[in-house]
Nanobody
Framework: QVQLVESGGGMVQAGGSLRLSCAAS??????MGWFRRAPGKEREFVAA????????NYADSVKGRCTISRDNFKNTVYLQMNSLKPEDTAVYYC?????????????????WGQGTQVTVSS
């Protein structure tokens, strides 16, 4: 079973940037996604990418500020986050999809990392 390990979280001031990484223990020829859970809220979709990296989609709340990408040679998915806002504060999770497309539906993913904390101060 492929294991996912996120890294790159931390504390940053509003307007700053972070780059999250998700390293897979094996090849993942499937869609990959990033989700987040803020304190007291449900887990929500952030961004997803298909198996080849040719197609991406984003939640409206991060569109224009975040970029998802992947390097299949390194078995790694990235989430570049710019112009961070305090409302972006959450634990960010990487997920491996059941299918080749990257979707926004939690049920389309069957592997999850342990999460990395992102805290944005105002």
């Amino acid at each position: 079973q492929v294991q996912l390990v996120e890294s790159g979280g931390g504390m940053v001031q509003a307007g700053g940037s972070l780059r999250l990484s998700c390293a897979a223990s094996g090849r993942t020829f499937s869609g990959m996604g990033w989700f987040r859970r803020a304190p007291g809220k449900e887990r929500e979709f952030v961004a997803a990418i298909n198996w080849s990296g040719s197609t991406t989609n984003y939640a409206d709340s991060v569109k224009g500020r975040c970029t998802i990408s992947r390097d299949n040679f390194k078995n790694t998915v990235y989430l570049q986050m710019n112009s961070l806002k305090p409302e972006d504060t959450a634990v960010y999770y990487c997920a491996r999809g059941k299918y080749s497309d990257g979707t926004s539906k939690t049920n389309d993913y069957n592997g999850w990392g342990q999460g990395t904390q992102v805290t944005v101060s105002s």
